[in-house]
């Protein structure tokens, strides 16, 4: 296992469209997070997942948001709607238990 | 409200000199903390942690320093290298959470002259 990948690496859409996001954690990873980071900004934490349970959800994550998490493996990200507000670096990480979270290379959205 | 809080957007250091960066919190929960190293259109990198039950915690040439009392960290790199050129971000988690999610700072740019 090579890492956290994520897809894909960029993605231009045109607002209002639907766009979806995939990350694939660490196997053994039992926890997954998705975090958002702007221009001169560290990452803003969005929601995370414990197997395939979603546990918390950030308040900045509006209803237009959405994420899963089927069987506890991959995850994806789906924002409907979008507004050039959501243009964004959204990270994604895994971690088993306590412990540092080793990061996906992240997927860059621009709406325009 | 910014809960970690990273003051120097950015630092210039001569190749083989000490770096310093600098990482001040305001929430008490917290009690582990990481650095993170980010090289531009890559996701960040973790660089060493420490839990609030220690002071120091060395790793190479990085060491971080904690002092609970005033909730602030540092990170030192000795020597630098023009290759440790990168944003650096201080990240704070509450384990009493369970969640581990974890609070960054807006990063500091360090650039490594030759």
């Known amino acids: 296992d090579t890492g956290v990948s994520q897809n894909p690496r960029h993605k231009i859409t045109k607002r209002g469209q639907n766009v979806t996001f995939r990350c694939d954690p660490i196997?053994?990873?039992?926890?997954l997070y998705w975090y958002r980071q702007t221009l001169g900004q560290g990452p803003e934490f969005l929601t995370y997942?414990?197997?395939?349970?979603?546990?918390?959800k950030s308040r900045l994550l509006s209803d237009r948001f959405s994420a899963e998490r089927p069987k506890g493996s991959f995850s994806t990200l789906e924002i409907q709607r979008t507004e050039q507000g959501d243009s964004a670096m959204y990270l994604c990480?895994?971690?088993f238990g306590q412990g540092s979270y080793t990061f996906g290379s992240g997927t860059r959205l621009t709406v325009v | 409200d910014q809960q970690v809080k990273q003051n120097s957007p950015s630092l210039s250091v001569q190749e083989g000199r000490i770096s310093i960066l600098n990482c001040d919190y305001t929430?008490?929960?917290?009690?582990?903390f990481l650095w993170y190293k980010k090289y531009p259109a890559e996701g960040p990198t973790f660089l060493i942690s420490?839990?609030?039950?220690?002071d120091k915690n060395e790793d190479g040439r990085f060491t971080v320093f904690l002092n609970k009392s005033a909730k602030h960290l540092s990170l030192h790199i000795v020597p630098s290298q023009p290759g440790d050129s990168a944003v650096y971000f201080c990240?704070?988690?509450?384990?009493?959470?369970?969640?581990?999610?974890?609070?960054f700072g807006k990063g500091t740019l360090l650039t490594v002259n030759p």
């Open positions: 990480a895994s971690s």
């Open positions: 196997s053994e990873h039992n926890r």
């Open positions: 997942f414990q197997n395939e349970a979603q546990l918390e």
């Open positions: 929430n008490s929960m917290f009690d582990y």
């Open positions: 420490i839990s609030s039950i220690k």
């Open positions: 990240a704070a988690s509450d384990s009493g959470g369970s969640n581990y999610k974890l609070t």
